[in-house]
C-alpha cells in the first residue's frame, strides 16, 4: 500500500472506528471519557480537500474542514471554492477557519482577530463556521488557550494537551496525531499506538493524500500540475488571447 493513498487512509479511519466513537468537537463534553475527534486544515488545495470529504462521507465519517482565508495558494472566497466549501458542508461536514495569524500584530489582539476573520468567512459563505484551528501556533498562541464564546477552538483543553515541553508529549490524556509535512511526527495512527490511549485528534492535511499516493517530493510537484491546470482553465476562461 503506497503511503499518503486513499486506501491508506481509508485504512486509518477504519482502524480510529475500531477503536473510538468518532465525534464531533460539539459532541465532546468535559465528562466524555472516550473519543476521536478529526480535523482538516486546509493550506493548498481546496480540491483535495474536496476528494476527501467525499471519502469520508462515503463512509459516513463526518469531520472539520478548516480554510485558510489569509494564505497565498487558493482564495478560499472565488465561486468556484465557495462551491466547493459550501458542498462539502452539505455533505455533512463542518466547516471552520484556519487561522493565519501572519497579519496579527500584538497577541493581546488574539481575539479580535479570530472573531473578525470568522465573521468574514461566514459573510462570505453563507453557512455556519463554528470552529477555528491555529496555523503553524506559536506557543505564546497555545498558552493563551482563547476561548470564544459562539466558536469552538480546536486547541480546547478538551480536545488538546499543551505542554510546555515537547518531551511531555508522551504523557498526555489526549493524544495528538498529525501528518504535518508529509510525516508523522507525533507517531503514526497504528494499533499499537491507539490502544494506549482513550482520546484521539486526528490532524489529516487533505494535500498530503491523493488516490495514488505519493512521497513528500512528487506529492508536491503532482500539485503543482493539479494548480497549473486550474490557472490555464481560469485564464480560458477569462480572455481570449491565452493560447494552449
Ligand atoms: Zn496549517
Redesign the pocket.
Known amino acids: 500500500m503506497n503511503s499518503f493513498s486513499y486506501k491508506e487512509y481509508i485504512h486509518i479511519l477504519d482502524l480510529l472506528q475500531d477503536h473510538y466513537p468518532i465525534m464531533d468537537y460539539n459532541e465532546v463534553g468535559e465528562d466524555t471519557d472516550r473519543f476521536a475527534v478529526i480535523r482538516h ?3 493548498f488545495s481546496v480540491e483535495r480537500a474536496y476528494k476527501m470529504a467525499e471519502l469520508e462521507a462515503r463512509k459516513g465519517i463526518f469531520t472539520s474542514y ?1 480554510f ?1 482565508i489569509r494564505n497565498n495558494a487558493y482564495n478560499t472566497f472565488s465561486i468556484q471554492n465557495i462551491k466547493m466549501i459550501k458542498e462539502i458542508y452539505q455533505l455533512g461536514h463542518k466547516i471552520g477557519l ?1 487561522v ?1 495569524l501572519g497579519m496579527l500584530n500584538d497577541i493581546s489582539g488574539l481575539k479580535n482577530y479570530v472573531e473578525s476573520d470568522i465573521k468574514s468567512m461566514g459573510n462570505f459563505l453563507h453557512i455556519p463556521i463554528d470552529r477555528f ?4 501556533p506559536p506557543k505564546e498562541v497555545l498558552r493563551k488557550e482563547l476561548s470564544l464564546e459562539n466558536y469552538i477552538n480546536t486547541y480546547d483543553k478538551k480536545y488538546f494537551d499543551f505542554k510546555e515541553n515537547d518531551q511531555d508529549l508522551e504523557h498526555v490524556r489526549i493524544k495528538y496525531i498529525a501528518d ?1 509535512k508529509h510525516r508523522w511526527n507525533y507517531g503514526y495512527p497504528s494499533e499499537d499506538l491507539l490502544k494506549q490511549y482513550a482520546k484521539v485528534q486526528l490532524l489529516i ?1 487533505p494535500y498530503s493524500w491523493t488516490e495514488e499516493g505519493y512521497e513528500s517530493q512528487k506529492n508536491f510537484e503532482e500539485l503543482i500540475k493539479e494548480k497549473e491546470s486550474i490557472f490555464r482553465n481560469t485564464l480560458k476562461s477569462e480572455t481570449k488571447h491565452y493560447k494552449e
Open positions: 486544515d486546509v493550506e478548516m485558510q484556519h493565519h484551528s491555529y496555523h503553524r504535518s492535511h
